[in-house]
T-cell receptor, first 115, second 114 residues
Framework: GAVVSQHPSWVICKSGTSVKIECRSL??????MFWYRQFPKQSLMLMAT?????????EQGVEKDKFLINHASLTLSTLTVTSAHPEDSSFYIC???????????FGQGTRLTVV | QQQVKQSPQSLIVQKGGISIINCAYE??????FPWYQQFPGKGPALLIA?????SEKKEGRFTISFNKSAKQFSLHIMDSQPGDSATYFC?????????????FGQGTTLQVKP
């Protein structure tokens, strides 16, 4: 199956700093990628839709200035958590839509801990 | 109307038994219904998916039953194994060009006892 890779798998950062998470589709080109957030023992909540070459579309309640998304190429989308605070600590997961069949393939997730 | 409601929240099944997880939706525009399996600390992995034009789909030990009129669908895991112990999510999306934009159910934690 298609492979989507996230990096890093985990990161610890100090409050007030920014953290960048990368999502790459390794063996297919993805014009659309998605970013989700998951709190412990909870479901995945869609944060934003990332479209290659255009601005991301954010879900209601998600601060676009807080969570910066860049989709500069057909294989890479990045999520930058700016001025991170402890409440931003969560599991962030990306997915990419395969151009054939439009199935979504998920990355392995990134555990962010803000201290 | 965008919600997908999943039950039960947790499930314990003996090895060899059948695990059944149910989901219900409201939005009749949904036309793609996948099930995902997630292990702790990992991203979700697609198990099986169905579209509303069929009432059942089977892949190995996993079967989706779909009831369009009731707006419900379920996952059946036959001959459940301890390795199946994980969290399962149903999901839904609409628009054939955007199946990556998924609305997830609340999740079901399955424990299969040896």
């Amino acid at each position: 199956g298609a492979v989507v890779s996230q990096h890093p798998s985990w990161v610890i950062c100090k409050s007030g700093t920014s953290v960048k998470i990368e999502c790459r589709s390794l063996d297919f080109q993805a014009t659309t990628m998605f970013w989700y957030r998951q709190f412990p023992k909870q479901s995945l909540m869609l944060m934003a839709t990332s479209n290659e070459g255009s601005k991301a579309t954010y879900e209601q309640g998600v601060e676009k200035d807080k969570f910066l998304i860049n989709h500069a190429s057909l294989t890479l989308s990045t999520l930058t958590v700016t001025s991170a605070h402890p409440e931003d600590s969560s599991f962030y997961i990306c997915s990419a839509s395969h151009p054939q069949g439009k199935r979504a393939f998920f990355g392995q997730g990134t555990r962010l801990t803000v201290v | 109307q965008q919600q997908v409601k999943q039950s039960p929240q947790s499930l314990i099944v003996q090895k060899g038994g059948i695990s059944i997880i149910n989901c219900a939706y409201e939005n009749t525009a949904f036309d793609y219904f996948p099930w995902y399996q997630q292990f702790p600390g990992k991203g979700p992995a697609l198990l099986i998916a169905i579209r509303p034009d069929v009432s059942e789909k089977k892949e190995g030990r996993f079967t989706i039953s779909f009831n369009k009129s009731a707006k419900q669908f379920s996952l059946h895991i036959m001959d459940s194994q301890p390795g199946d112990s994980a969290t399962y999510f149903c999901a839904a999306s609409h628009g054939s060009s955007n199946t990556g934009k998924l609305i997830f159910g609340q999740g079901t934690t399955l424990q299969v006892k040896p």
